[in-house]
């Protein structure tokens, strides 16, 4: 099972995730793909987001059982506790993050 969850894609990234999935709510796509497939479809998005963001996530066989990856600008971002990813939020107002593992500030708008 796949799942993409975008937010301001221009209208032909959004034909093109149609051509493979389904597209249940407003920017909301499922499907079951191969990995070679989610693979093809997440180098469309990364060529086609632009000023939008998006989600992807599958099912894995792992501890928590899916895995997800992200691109564009979010208050969300991707971190990895004890081999488990989780979603670390950032203050609205914050202009940049502390990342203790490697012990480096980034800014914001990289993300």
Do not use: C
């Not at 990234?13 to 191969?34: C, F, K």
């Not at 992807?56 to 971002?77: C, P, V, Y």
């Amino acid at each position: 099972m796949l799942v993409i969850v975008t937010e301001n894609i221009p209208p032909r990234l959004r034909g093109r995730l149609a051509i493979w999935l389904v597209e249940v709510r407003s920017g909301v796509y499922v499907g079951d793909v191969t990995v070679k497939v989610r693979d093809i479809i997440w180098e469309h998005v990364e060529n086609g987001v632009e000023s939008g963001n998006v989600v992807m996530a599958w099912n894995s066989n792992n501890d928590s059982g899916f895995e997800f990856k992200t691109l564009g600008q979010n208050r969300r971002l991707p971190v990895e506790m004890d081999g488990i990813q989780l979603v670390a939020f950032h203050p609205e107002n914050d202009d940049k993050i502390f990342d203790k593992d490697k012990d480096e500030t980034y800014d914001v708008d990289w993300l």
